[in-house]
């Protein structure tokens, strides 16, 4: 009985993380009236968030910054690379190109509470700026990354669990290079599950 119901809790358990990573990358992808285009001619970074797993395994850093709209004038809090404010703006914040920085990107919310906090306090720090987004909404440079990042995990998901399938049905293990490569792709699915979602 017990063993039942582990199973078909890992059934459930699969299935709705088939579901999201389906689902929220082709909402991302196709997401167009979230999707801001615009041109930067100011930036500046205001946080840098590192995480990691229980203070021990890195997860990577976030770097958002506040960037003024060409057009309007108006800020926004802008997700990117570790180089994008040097590789695009001078010391004094301006943009390289005279044109400025065209960027595109996905419109989100944040919902990490120490992240959440520590734009707050920063963006308490300036006056007179007029966010569009809010405080928590910030632009998404690198979604359609994470939404490839999450095809990709999706994939090698249903290889992982059809193969598995495969040698119970049979009642034997495969061949000896098949099993390496599964085990190998269940360790790349789930690396590529904890990018993909944070």
């Not at 590192?50 to 976030?62: E, R, Y």
């Not at 720090?125 to 990709?152: C, F, H, N, R, S």
Request: charged content about 25%.
């Amino acid at each position: 009985m017990k063993q039942k119901l582990l199973n078909i809790f890992l059934i459930l358990l699969g299935t709705g993380l088939l579901a999201y990573l389906g689902i929220s990358s082709y909402l991302e992808l196709t997401n167009k009236e979230d999707t801001y285009d615009m041109t930067i001619i100011e930036a500046c970074k205001i946080v840098e968030m590192k995480h990691s797993i229980n203070g021990l395994i890195p997860m990577g850093t976030d770097y958002y910054y506040l960037g003024i709209d060409k057009e309007t004038y108006d800020a926004y809090i802008i997700k990117g690379s570790k180089k994008w404010l040097e590789d695009n703006f001078d010391v004094y914040f301006q943009a390289k190109d005279s044109d400025g920085v065209k960027i595109k990107g996905l419109a989100k919310t944040l919902h990490d509470y120490d992240t959440e906090s520590a734009v707050a306090r920063q963006l308490a720090q300036l006056e007179g700026l007029d966010l569009p987004l809010g405080v928590k909404g910030y632009i998404d440079m690198g979604y359609k990354t994470k939404a490839y990042l999450k095809i990709i995990d999706f994939v090698l998901i249903i290889f992982s669990i059809a193969y598995g399938i495969n040698v119970i049905k049979r009642n034997e293990q495969g061949s000896a290079l098949l099993d390496k490569i599964w085990i190998v792709t269940i360790i790349v699915a789930c690396v590529l599950m904890l990018f993909a979602i944070r």
